[in-house]
């Protein structure tokens, strides 16, 4: 079977989500107890691209997944997500997709379940329009658990990674596709030089958690 064929050997090497999904099952797409696995390749088509906010929405739901949840299996369509802002607040947008991906959790076009509601996925995802993100935060969002109703929140920052000043001059060449095959090459290398920290050497104070009451 053909599959894409990504340049990025690292990409192998992010931990990929596990998640259960009983609609699936009882719908028989996967056998019970079987999971869902997720790896960053999978935000990467959702996307288009890989970037800071793509590969940092991947790893904040990682980690809010394994705060809630532990050594539990998490379960899909059955955790709540609010983002602080609107839509538009900077990246809240690309950011909520790939944890509906993720989760399950959607907004107003999600499944509406079977037999009266069960399974639902719609409306699990929202924006709050009223409460900022936390200062600096590229986003801040709230995952809380439909069984036992524990609540956290994680913020997201990437202004402490670095910027090779290289990638100032290249961008243009890449973007406008004036740039050499080389060039090209090289913007995308150290493009994704960021992306390999936030995915598997996040520093202190990229990803802050709280438990919320």
């Not at 095959?181 to 802050?208: S, T, V, Y």
Request: some cysteine; overall charge neutral; proline content about 5%.
């Amino acid at each position: 079977m053909e599959k894409t064929r990504f340049n990025k050997t690292f990409f192998n090497t992010v931990e990929p989500i596990k998640i259960r999904d009983m609609l699936a099952v009882v719908l028989g797409a996967i056998d019970k107890n079987e999971p869902f696995v997720f790896d960053y390749t999978d935000v990467i088509k959702l996307a288009g691209h890989s970037c800071p906010a793509v590969s940092g929405a991947y790893k904040l739901t990682q980690l809010a997944l394994k705060t809630l949840y532990k050594n539990d299996m998490p379960e899909r369509g059955r955790i709540l997500v609010t983002f602080k802002g609107g839509v538009d607040y900077k990246v809240n947008g690309p950011i909520s997709q790939v944890v509906t991906l993720i989760t399950g959790a959607s907004v107003e076009t999600g499944f509406k379940g079977l037999g009266g509601g069960k399974y639902n996925r719609h409306n699990l995802l929202s924006f709050n329009e009223e409460e900022e993100a936390e200062p600096n935060a590229v986003c801040t969002v709230i995952f809380e658990r439909m069984d036992n109703n524990k609540k956290i929140e994680i913020s997201y920052r990437n202004h402490m990674l670095p910027m090779n000043p290289k990638m100032g001059d290249l961008m243009p060449l890449a973007v406008t596709g004036k740039g050499t095959d080389a060039e090209i090459k090289e913007f995308g290398e150290l493009w994704h030089e960021r992306i390999k920290i936030i995915l598997l050497n996040p520093p202190k104070g990229m990803f802050e958690i709280k438990e919320l009451n």
